[in-house]
């Protein structure tokens, strides 16, 4: 078990680029979350998919978010046109399907738009 | 909407001093709850979690009882190490589709 994993780790990017994250989840767990927490905050809900069909999308994830699972293993969460507004950490988290079972966090991508 | 509410930080202690956070929630239905820790560098991680009323996690000598009457589940340590300083952050679940709703965090440092 290695655990989540997420990268990059860090992104630098200039306003109005686009960039993409990937997240390896823990090969058996077939729910998979993406989170974004900024500065003195607690992470928020983005969306969410178990296998490879996505649930249920926050109304913080805007038209230029899009989140992929294409095969029910990693996952790619895309910015078209990114705003400073979009700095933040970018959180993954998978769990088995179930009642009560834990979410596995990975590190994170930080994000700076500049 | 389901929300978290813990007690503002920064939190300062010596080592072996008593850590109580608070916690309190707004949730529709019965949610579990949970404590997250975020050690310095690293990912977050699962401390303790309860699942009904009444219920108390425990974990590294942290515990937490879900109090539904007060709709709380704050955290204490009774003696703390230096080790112990991170943020912590209370959430809760949503039986109904799994999401987790967080607190804001708390930054607790303790001092040798």
């Known amino acids: 078990d290695t655990g989540v994993s997420q990268d990059p780790r860090h992104k630098i990017t200039k306003r109005g680029q686009n960039v993409t994250f990937r997240c390896d989840p823990i090969?058996?767990?077939?729910?998979l979350y993406w989170y974004r927490q900024t500065l003195g905050q607690g992470p928020e809900f983005l969306t969410y998919?178990?296998?490879?069909?996505?649930?249920?999308k926050s109304r913080l994830l805007s038209d230029r978010f899009s989140a992929e699972r294409p095969k029910g293993s990693f996952s790619t969460l895309e910015i078209q046109r990114t705003e400073q507004g979009d700095s933040a950490m970018y959180l993954c988290?998978?769990?088995?399907?179930?009642?009560?079972?834990?979410?596995?966090f990975g590190q994170g991508t930080r994000l700076t738009v500049v | 909407g389901n929300s978290v509410t813990q007690m503002e930080g920064p939190v300062t202690l010596s080592e072996e001093a008593f850590l109580t956070i608070n916690c309190t929630y707004t949730a529709t239905g019965y949610p579990s709850l949970f404590w997250y820790v975020q050690y310095p560098g690293e990912g977050l991680q699962l401390l303790l979690k309860a699942t009904k009323a009444d219920d108390k996690g425990s974990n590294k000598g942290f515990e937490a009882t879900y109090r539904k009457e007060t709709t709380s589940f704050h955290l204490e340590k009774g003696s703390v190490q230096v080790s112990d300083s991170a943020v912590y952050f209370c959430?809760?679940?949503?039986?109904?589709?799994?999401?987790?709703?967080f607190g804001a965090g708390t930054t607790v440092t303790v001092r040798a």
């Open positions: 988290a998978s769990s088995r399907q179930g009642m009560n079972t834990e979410a596995f």
């Open positions: 090969s058996e767990h077939n729910r």
């Open positions: 959430a809760l679940s949503d039986l109904r589709d799994y999401k987790l709703s």
């Open positions: 998919f178990q296998n490879e069909a996505q649930l249920e």
